[in-house]
């Protein structure tokens, strides 16, 4: 079994973490703002229209940002995990992640030995 994280290794995680987080916030940020709707007269624009161009928006900033809102939930399930001290031990075996494979995804929740049966056995289903 390896060795449980020191403090200074969960230090270095926690702040690749958060740099992480913050560029995602960063690009999420951006890509609302680009798909932002131009602004519209109301009195030109009939309430349909308006109802309209807002669900188009809606699903195109969806479309764009679930990734990185799913990868940001992620981030902050690790970032909480270290809040309560669990973090880097694999859910399926309950064994200590290695830290260089940490370092590399530090928002993962699965030993490489855990991850790669998983892959195996589902190699329709990647991520
Ligand atoms: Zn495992």
Same mark, same amino acid.
């Given at each position: ?31 609302? #703002? ?38 940001? #939930? ?17 859910? #399926? ?35």
């Amino acid at each position: 079994m390896p060795p449980a994280l020191t403090s200074a290794q969960q230090v270095e995680l926690k702040s690749l973490l958060l740099a992480r987080r913050h560029e995602l916030t960063r690009q999420l940020g951006q890509s609302q #703002a680009d798909l932002a709707p131009p602004e519209v007269n109301a009195g030109s624009v009939s309430q349909d229209e308006n109802r309209r161009m807002a669900n188009q928006t809606r699903e195109i900033g969806s479309a764009l940002t679930a990734r990185d809102r799913e990868a940001i #939930a992620r981030i902050d399930r690790a970032l909480e995990s270290i809040t309560r001290g669990d973090y880097g031990i694999c859910k #399926a075996c309950n064994e200590p992640i290695a830290f260089e494979r940490l370092k590399a995804e530090p928002m993962t929740e699965h030993c490489v030995a855990c991850k790669s049966d998983w892959e195996k056995k589902r190699p329709q289903a990647r991520g």
